[in-house]
């Protein structure tokens, strides 16, 4: 069972994340890591009439390629948690309806990725299930629409905004038999410091992201140095600066060791997505199609996945709230111990 050090549950039977998937679009087919994706359809409708439809295609697709590496079927998982930005969890609910499964719902918004693995992870340390999945999705058509404004509608972006990810990742976790292991999880609690532009997602979350990392380092006695790859998802150009400056005044120094998955999903000058990527879709790509596969191979010992979420609501903005944001982490190893 895990071992509890303050928010950091340490998962003593470390469970194995079986398999992976990754699905993108046009844009990610343009950027740095296209190669490491499992697909990428050039038509970003992915065949469906609307956004939604579109986005849960990408749920599917995701979670039918991982199913298939690891050579199982959707009876043979136990439950699967799941989520995404829009409102209900649409591309979840209707993307993964099909399934079977006993499907746990989750919202944590740029953050559900690693929300969703670590409950996967936790059910199979518990023994509640041999086999889980954790999966998300964005589309950026479909965010714009709810978050922001119709793509008819051509408005500016400004230097700080960033560009939800058209994409989904899906990993399976089962019993301790292969890397990446899950070693650790830290769950993030809610930090509001004012921010109001809902434009500037990255300054919103990085105090999120900032506290989780803390709290990690303090419930372990660990050090950043222990760490090939600290990997952010996703502060984008503002966030990823101002979350070096906050650990740095307390002594941890992340250079050389931090990524953003919003920097690395794009090149953020050729590309113009201004401050870089977002998305639900943008940590869950960047996990399964190149972080994880790097353990798998073990390129990369130990990395700490922590992605972050600005828990914005379109209504409350518009009310003049601000915006908190939350943070979880997840410890993934190429070795148990």
Not at 167 to 186: D, E, H, N
Not at 309 to 334: D, F, K, R, Y
Request: charged share 20%; with cysteine; aromatic share 8%.
């Amino acid at each position: 069972m895990a071992k509890r050090l303050g928010h950091t549950l340490i998962l003593e039977n470390t469970p194995s994340v079986l398999s992976f998937g990754a699905v993108g679009s046009k844009k990610e087919s343009e950027g740095p890591l296209a190669g490491y994706f499992d697909q990428l359809c050039p038509d970003s409708t992915m065949g469906e009439q609307t956004w939604e439809k579109a986005e849960c295609r990408l749920q599917k697709d995701a979670i039918n390629i991982a199913l298939n590496k690891a050579g199982l079927s959707p009876g043979e998982l136990q439950y699967i948690f799941a989520g995404d930005l829009l409102n209900q969890c649409t591309s979840s609910t209707y993307g993964l309806r099909d399934l079977g499964v006993p499907f746990v719902g989750l919202y944590g918004a740029c953050s559900t990725m690693a929300e969703s693995l670590a409950l996967a992870s936790l059910f199979v340390e518990g023994g509640f299930g041999e086999r889980t999945a954790a999966i998300t999705s964005s589309h950026f058509c479909s965010a714009e629409r709810q978050f922001r404004f119709p793509l008819e509608y051509g408005g500016q972006r400004t230097p700080t905004s960033q560009w939800t990810v058209t994409g989904s990742g899906a990993a399976i976790v089962g019993q301790k038999s292969v890397p990446p292991y899950v070693r650790g999880v830290t769950i993030g609690t809610i930090k509001d410091m004012g921010i109001t532009d809902a434009n500037n997602m990255g300054a919103a979350m990085a105090p999120a992201a900032a506290e989780t990392l803390k709290q990690f380092f303090r419930d372990t006695n660990m050090a950043p140095d222990r760490f090939q790859l600290i990997a952010t998802g996703d502060l984008g150009k503002v966030g990823s600066a101002l979350l070096l400056e906050l650990m740095e005044r307390e002594g941890w120094k992340l250079e050389g060791r931090h990524a953003d998955c919003g920097l690395l999903i794009y090149d953020a000058e050729k590309q113009q997505v201004e401050a870089g990527g977002s998305g639900c879709g943008c940590s869950a790509a960047v996990l399964c199609s190149y972080i994880l596969p790097a353990i798998r191979r073990g390129e990369l010992k130990d990395v700490l996945f922590m992605a972050t979420g600005a828990l914005m609501s379109t209504t409350a903005v518009q009310q003049g709230e601000s915006i908190p944001g939350i943070a979880h982490l997840v410890w993934l190893s190429n070795t148990e111990r």
